[in-house]
């Protein structure tokens, strides 16, 4: 699978950015933008993902992570997330408060399931399930 | 921006939205609102599917974050 890098205005701007869009629990009318971010240990969205997805939180474990130079609560709850047309269950760290505008896909709970190809020089990425 | 996925046309439909919650669909914006929420509604309402994300205000919003 293969997909364009996303564009940002002109300010704050850059270049496009290696993000996916990504289908959490069964809100599959809400797609949620995601960095692919190969810096990243754990994969986060912001809390109100949670809400709209109907993710009860309850109980779940959590922990403070170090998201930008601060510190942000994540509550850990075992997720579907899909892109495209595949789907994985992985553990999914949302937190509050979130300081970005997308989530982030990081290695245990994305790069665990994919190969991964930045094709930065024409700004795509490429995505394939890990086999088996 | 030539050399962009888009030609920097998404860049261009997204700079009046800085700050905002848009629901996204392609290069247009279909709904924005300053509660994820409120769009969120909106696209159901409306039996509608998008990005729905809060547009990049500053650097720091666009970044990458090293979490650990």
Known sequence: MT????ELQRDPSGPPRPVLDVVVGEASEVLVPCLVDSGAMNTLLPDWVADLAGIDRTG????TLGVGGSGVLAHLVPTVLTVGEHSWEA???FCDPWPGSWGLLG???FFRYFVVTFRTADFKLEIAPVPG | MADWPH???EAAALEPYKGRYVAQDGLEVLYDSDS??????W?????LRARVWKVPATAEDAGSFLTW
């Open chain 1, 3 to 6: 997909y364009p890098f996303v």
């Open chain 2, 43 to 47: 696209l159901r309402k409306n039996g």
């Open chain 2, 7 to 9: 030609g920097g046309a």
């Open chain 1, 107 to 109: 290695q245990h709970s």
């Open chain 2, 36 to 41: 994820p929420y409120d769009v969120v509604r």
């Open chain 1, 91 to 93: 553990e999914v760290g």
């Open chain 1, 60 to 63: 779940a474990p959590t922990t």
